[in-house]
């Protein structure tokens, strides 16, 4: 059986056709991405991708989305895009109802049929994952998304959450600096307003104004350019404290989650897969008090798949038809 299977998050969508099987997990042909600002909507994107593919699409698909997507009207968290899914289906020429997932259920879904050298040891001990229990997988992008994946004699079951939305706990002065910040423009200040790729931005910005350093202001994307390889101090003091962050929100979540495995997903988690294998995320992640121990026990694991979303959209339309 062949489908679409759709990664919609806040700046690509991502299509690919997926060849599903009964002996194995689905396999994707070509993938292509697509700008949501290009697009007024999945429909528009879809028509580009059927003229792109050579139009003979076939007609069931999955679509993972970046939010909750129950209710009449689906918004999406980080994109102007809307869905009615009452009339979704005909809308994309389809047979009947498209299967739709929150994004990170697609991530859950995939990180459940990966190989064991398509999740690479980051963190915690080494060895094979968990038989069974939960594992937690988070991933910063244009937000945060995190999911639960639940192995249970055998059964793999997935959780969406919308995790990236708890509250933002500062853990040192710095950290303080950058929350009060933020609360004068948002009051209520999540963790993806800090662990994501826009909150490099922000805590570059807090450092500059705490250091009373003047800064270009530029977008996102060379931001993190110049903080990957280094050739802007300031900015690679920003990754440093982003990577913090996130060790902390990663072990809260976890233990929150009552899980007993992390994987972190996401193009941009291996942009920086080298600094997430060091200290500075290890030694927040276990700074749980009284759970250290119990926090140093996790395995930590990085999604290397290109596709973790579409592979995922594709797993998770398998399973639901077996």
């Given at each position: 059986m062949r489908i679409v299977a759709v990664d919609v998050g806040g700046t690509h969508a991502r299509f690919a056709i997926a060849h599903l099987r009964d002996d194995g997990?689905?396999?994707?042909?070509?993938v292509r991405k697509y700008k949501t600002a290009n697009h007024a909507s999945l429909a528009d994107a879809w028509a580009a991708f059927g003229r792109d593919?050579?139009?003979?699409?076939?007609?069931?698909?999955?679509?993972a989305i970046a939010g909750p997507v129950d209710g009449e009207l689906i918004r999406f968290t980080n994109n102007g895009w809307t869905l009615q899914p009452a009339t979704l289906g005909r809308d994309l020429g389809l047979a009947g109802d498209p299967l739709l997932i929150n994004d990170f259920a697609a991530m859950a879904?995939?990180?459940?049929?990966?190989?064991d050298?398509?999740?690479?040891h980051i963190g915690g001990p080494e060895g094979p994952m968990p038989e069974n229990g939960v594992t937690t997988v988070i991933g910063p992008g244009t937000g945060l998304g995190v999911a639960?994946?639940?192995?249970?004699?055998g059964r793999r079951i997935v959780l969406a959450t919308e995790g990236g939305h708890l509250d933002f706990a500062a853990l040192d002065d710095f950290e303080e600096k950058l929350l009060r910040r933020l609360r004068q423009r948002h009051r209520r200040v999540s963790t993806e307003r800090v662990v994501s790729g826009p909150g490099l931005g922000?805590?570059?910005?807090?450092?500059?104004?705490?250091?009373?350093?003047?800064?270009v202001p530029g977008d996102d994307a060379t931001l993190w350019a110049a903080a990957i390889e280094g050739t802007d101090k300031l900015a690679a003091q920003a990754l440093d404290h982003f990577i913090m962050a996130f060790g902390s929100v990663a072990g809260d979540l976890a233990l929150a989650h009552g899980a007993n495995a992390v994987v972190v997903t996401g193009g941009l988690a291996n942009r920086i897969r080298d600094r997430l294998a060091g200290p500075l995320f290890n030694d927040r992640f276990r700074a749980k008090g009284r759970f250290a121990q119990r926090m140093a026990e996790f395995p930590i694991r990085l999604a290397v798949h290109p596709d973790p979303g579409l592979l995922g959209a594709a797993a998770a339309y398998q399973e639901a038809n077996r």
């Open positions: 997990r689905p396999v994707l042909e070509e593919s050579g139009g003979d699409l076939p007609r069931a698909a999955c679509i879904a995939a990180v459940a049929v990966l190989e050298e398509e999740l690479v639960q994946l639940l192995r249970w004699q922000e805590i570059h910005e807090t450092l500059a104004f705490v250091g009373a350093h003047s800064i």
